[in-house]
């Protein structure tokens, strides 16, 4: 399939990739071990420590989906139906503080 | 006795399992390094020539041993080495696409694109002057070379590297470079034929 040139053309080459392997500098050659050095003492993460991530994670998102779905809790401060007249009232809420004296007044017309 | 006797053995059993474990991992510790050492720099320089770029190609063998070492350090020590090629070449590819977005929103944003490297190969000296130092001559030659393997688009350029350098036969670089067997013989073939028209008759 290839002729004699692409033959030579490919050995030649060959021959010089090799020669500029051994001709790297000494920074590069030193940074190449260091690289290797710190890979190997690179400790994999412990399997223990993925699981207990992964767990974190999935309580983390359990919640999150529960919170997201669960219907927002309405905070409304009326807790009967008789309260309600109070609260959508238009009136001066302050006539509801003295709501007590005002009855009292009804019970005792005489004495107000 | 008995009782004594059976837990004592149990803990000197254990002390054993510990340490032949301990023992199998500094092994293969020590393997890891042995074979780490003898592609390094070769590993290199192929990330070198792929991204032209001294520090990328650093961080992509980095990457590559770790993947290596992280996930692959119980395989088979002859499983090592295509692994790590198909590691490698994932990785620059990675680089590839990522620099070729880059490339495109530069030249989007007006940047003018850099073609020193493509008159490079211009300037690099005739060297079938027969004066010419056998030295520099050498220096030359690599010049040609690793201008005119960086200009070859990046699959051609995997295809030679191993084929070629490495000496992965077909089936093996088809596996590293994820593609079919044919694709590497096509790759391959264009590559060898850039390669000679542009260093031409004299090279080296």
Redesign the interface.
């Known amino acids: ?2 002729d004699e ?2 033959q030579q ?2 050995r ?3 021959a ?6 051994e001709e ?1 500098d000494q920074q ?2 030193l ?3 260091r ?2 050095v ?3 003492t ?1 400790r ?1 993460r412990s399997a223990r420590w993925v699981f207990a991530g992964g767990m974190a994670t999935l309580c983390v998102g359990v919640l999150a989906s529960v919170l997201w779905i669960s219907k927002p809790v309405a905070v409304m401060p009326v807790h009967e139906a008789d309260d309600l007249d109070v609260v959508t009232a238009a009136e001066n809420l302050e006539f509801y503080d003295e709501i007590d004296f005002y009855r009292w007044l009804a019970d005792h017309p005489g004495e107000g | 006795m008995q009782p004594a006797a059976t837990s004592w053995n149990r803990a000197v059993s254990a002390e054993s399992v510990w340490s032949i474990e301990r023992g199998d991992a500094l092994d293969r ?1 020590r393997a ?2 042995r074979f ?2 003898g592609i ?3 590993a ?2 192929m990330a070198q020539i792929a991204t032209r770029d ?1 520090d990328d190609a ?1 961080d992509l ?2 990457e590559a ?2 993947k290596l ?2 996930h692959y350090a119980s395989r088979d020590e002859a499983e090592w080495g295509p692994l790590f090629h198909r590691i490698l070449q994932s990785k620059i590819r990675d680089w590839y696409r990522r620099a070729s977005v880059r490339n495109r929103l530069r030249v989007w944003f007006g940047h003018k694109e850099d073609d020193e490297e493509s008159n490079a190969l211009e300037q690099v000296p005739d060297t079938s002057s027969v004066n010419a130092d056998k030295q520099l001559s ?1 220096k030359r ?2 010049q040609a ?2 201008i005119a ?1 960086r200009d070859l688009p990046l699959r051609q350029q995997q295809a ?2 191993l084929r ?2 490495e000496e992965d036969d077909v089936a093996e670089t088809a596996r590293i470079m994820g593609c079919s067997e044919g694709s590497v013989k096509t790759h391959l ?1 264009r590559a ?2 850039a ?2 028209d542009r ?1 031409g ?1 004299h ?2």
Do not use: G
Request: charge should be positive; proline fraction near 3%.
């Open positions: 399939m290839t040139r692409e053309v490919m030649n080459a060959k010089v990739l090799d020669r500029s392997v790297l590069t050659i940074r190449l071990q690289m290797r710190t890979t190997l690179a994999p | 510790t890891l390094d780490l050492a390094e720099r070769r290199y320089r001294a650093m063998v980095q041993m770790l070492v992280q050498q030659a690599a070379l690793e393997l030679f590297l070629v350098w073939f060898v034929h390669l000679r260093l008759e090279w080296p």
